[in-house]
């Protein structure tokens, strides 16, 4: 079974930057695409980042693109997105969630395995 387990969240003013974690356990996931997710309260998970796997395809959000970075390490296992600039209304639970096939996809509905999330904060 996977695991996936975020971590780096917290709060940071706007303009400031945080670089969040999903380490996986359970099974290699070097072969599968891997994604970050938001949600705010009261909001539907939107799409952030993905990212295939061997191979290292990337595409982000246009509302994040050439702010945030998504990035992996398959040696460790582990997912990484680099937010740089905050904006407040960027507030949400971010969540790591990784696909069963190796290419990417914006669609929350394709990712079979998911994180509890990280709560990132933004203050103006």
């Known amino acids: 079974q996977v695991q996936l387990v975020e971590s780096g969240g917290g709060s940071v003013q706007a303009g400031g930057s945080l670089r969040l974690s999903c380490a996986a356990s359970?099974?290699?996931?070097?072969?599968?695409?891997m994604g970050w997710f938001r949600q705010a309260p009261g909001e539907e998970r939107e799409f952030v980042a993905t990212?295939?796997?061997?191979?290292?395809?990337?595409y982000v959000a246009d509302s994040v693109k050439g702010r945030f970075t998504i990035s992996r390490d398959n040696a460790k296992n582990t997912l990484y997105l680099q937010m740089n600039s905050l904006k407040p209304e960027e507030t949400a639970v971010y969540y790591c969630a990784a696909r069963r096939a190796p290419g990417i996809s914006t669609s929350r509905y394709n990712y079979d395995y998911w994180g509890q999330g990280t709560q990132v904060t933004v203050s103006s």
């Open positions: 990212i295939s796997g061997i191979g290292g395809t990337t």
């Open positions: 359970g099974r290699t996931l070097s072969s599968n695409a």
